[in-house]
């Protein structure tokens, strides 16, 4: 496959894919570059680490120019990306591995922490349409309560919007 082929088939791939999907490899794509990075530095190739974590520093970009500002966490993960910009611009005029692990084990967490709320979205989802295939309960009685089964869910503070 040639390299025009290729650049082609990546940019159909980023255009067609689910965006959770999009956003954990964004995260996989910073975390490698940040792994070759270190290697280049380990192999004292500086050229190629200045190269890879550029590479990371543009996904870092990408990340912070595609939140969502409308949500208060959005405020939060821009000013981490912009922490991860800062430390992976040190990281690369000091070519400082520590600083790449640093910034290496955030993303491996907050990757994950997406990958966790995907998948919970997804299973919500999945559950939902199963409850809406379901027939209809029958009417309540006399005897039935309105009180939440869930404890939790009783002591809920009025005003959160616990659905999402």
Request: proline share 4%; hydrophobic share 45%.
């Amino acid at each position: 496959m040639n390299a025009q082929a290729y650049n082609q088939y990546k940019k159909s791939v980023v255009e067609t894919v689910a965006p959770e999907k999009l956003l954990l490899m964004l995260y996989d794509a910073a975390i490698k570059n940040i792994d070759n990075a270190r290697k280049a530095i380990k192999e004292k190739d500086i050229n190629r680490a200045h190269e890879q974590i550029l590479r990371a520093e543009e996904i870092i970009v990408e990340l912070m120019t595609t939140l969502n500002m409308e949500y208060e966490i959005s405020g939060n993960l821009f000013l981490l990306y912009e922490y991860f910009y800062h430390r992976l611009t040190q990281a690369n005029a000091q070519k400082e591995i520590a600083i790449l692990d640093e910034v290496e084990e955030f993303l491996l967490e907050l990757k994950g922490t997406w990958q966790e709320a995907i998948n919970t979205l997804k299973s919500s989802t999945h559950q939902e349409s199963r409850i809406a295939s379901v027939p209809a309960a029958p009417a309540p009685t006399a005897a039935w309560s309105a009180k939440p089964v869930n404890p939790v869910a009783a002591n809920v503070p009025k005003g959160i919007n616990v659905t999402g």
